[in-house]
């Protein structure tokens, strides 16, 4: 069974102080992990897809990358408005077809 | 916005009742999934359809159905409700299978 663990559960940052959220994941033939943010009441919002080791994608403050047992989430000088949910989601081949399994998350709040 | 359009977004509803959940995808997206969150549980995949045919299917109750119509929107039904079945339910469409999702803001169930 697919197994996606996030650490921390929970992370309190001051604005500017850059940090990691952790995605460690046991699955049989990663086809795609996915990152999204999600605020509360509302439906997760995608930020980025890997798809092989090594493979690293930036968007804004956020950097995302793959090994072959976890993903980082590496956000720079984080400000306020970064304070949100994020989620790890892993994507399997065979008769998983588009399926995501989901981590728990990691709920990040950004101090001013 | 992602293009994803869920109705009702919020329903509250009595044990032993049935509701319908519907949801419109992105223009030109053919794969529909259905999510259950709740704060145990996390995002829980519940089904897929692609094109109008079953693809995946998750721990989804036996309760609970889904279809998608020709024109691509899809509908989740929930029958003999129960108070555990109180949770938030989203949508996510993308154009075909293996392509990052996009999320709808959600419908909040209660029932009390």
């Known amino acids: 069974e697919d197994q996606v663990t996030q650490s921390p559960e929970a992370l309190r940052l001051q604005e500017g102080e850059s940090s990691s959220l952790n995605c460690s994941y046991t699955v049989s033939g990663l086809r795609g992990l996915f990152w999204y943010r999600q605020d509360p009441g509302k439906g997760p919002e995608f930020l980025f897809t890997l798809y092989s080791a090594g493979e690293e994608k930036e968007k804004e403050r956020l950097k995302a990358t793959l090994t072959k047992k976890e993903s980082f989430l590496h956000i720079t000088a984080p400000k306020p408005e970064d304070s949100a949910t994020y989620l790890c989601?892993?994507?399997?081949?065979?008769?998983?077809?588009?399926?995501?399994?989901f981590g728990q998350g990691t709920i990040l709040t950004v101090h001013p | 916005d992602s293009g994803v359009t869920q109705t009702p977004k919020h329903l509250i509803t009595a044990t032993g009742q049935r509701v319908t959940l519907r949801c419109s995808p992105r223009?030109?997206?053919?794969?529909v999934y259905w999510y259950q969150q709740s704060l145990d549980q996390g995002l829980q995949f519940l089904i897929q359809?692609?094109?109008?045919?079953?693809?995946a299917k998750g721990n989804i109750l036996e309760r609970f159905s889904a279809q998608q119509f020709p024109d691509l929107h899809s509908e989740l039904n929930l029958s003999s409700l129960e108070l555990g079945d109180s949770a938030l339910y989203f949508c996510a469409s993308s154009v075909v299978s293996y392509t990052e999702a996009f999320f709808g803001q959600g419908t909040r169930l209660t029932v009390v």
């Open positions: 223009s030109g997206d053919l794969s």
């Open positions: 989601a892993v994507q399997t081949g065979g008769t998983s077809y588009g399926k995501l399994t």
């Open positions: 359809y692609y094109n109008g045919e079953e693809r």
